[in-house]
Nanobody, 120 residues
Framework: QVQLVESGGGLVQPGGSLTLSCAASGSISRLYTMGWYRQAPGKQRELVAL???????KYADSVKGRFTISRDNAKNTEYLQMNTLKREDTAVYYC??????????????WGQGTQVTVSP
């Protein structure tokens, strides 16, 4: 079983910055894709950014140039640096990871979510 634990959410003013972290633990043999998603009230969950084991990255158009995803493979941890935050970035942010367990089967796991609120 693989667990993801997020941290770093909170309240920030428009134009401010936050960094989210997500640590994966458990029976992990290999991590492939790690990503961040968000869900605002009344909206569907959407992709914010993801990174592959080959360090390729993908971003939602709405966050390009403002958010940066990174990962520390030695720590099985990913980060989301969020700059120039806007009110519309307010949402619950979820981390996601996919890979192989030590026992062999593939896994896909979600974190519990962390609230990010952008407000004056």
């Amino acid at each position: 079983q693989v667990q993801l634990v997020e941290s770093g959410g909170g309240l920030v003013q428009p134009g401010g910055s936050l960094t989210l972290s997500c640590a994966a633990s458990g029976s992990i043999s290999r991590l492939y894709t790690m990503g961040w998603y968000r869900q605002a009230p009344g909206k569907q969950r959407e992709l914010v950014a993801l990174t592959t084991s080959g360090s390729n990255t993908k971003y939602a158009d709405s966050v390009k140039g403002r958010f940066t995803i990174s990962r520390d493979n030695a720590k099985n941890t990913e980060y989301l640096q969020m700059n120039t935050l806007k009110r519309e970035d307010t949402a619950v942010y979820y981390c996601n990871a996919a890979g192989l367990t030590s026992e062999g089967p593939a896994f896909g796991s979600w974190g519990q979510g962390t609230q990010v609120t952008v407000s004056p």
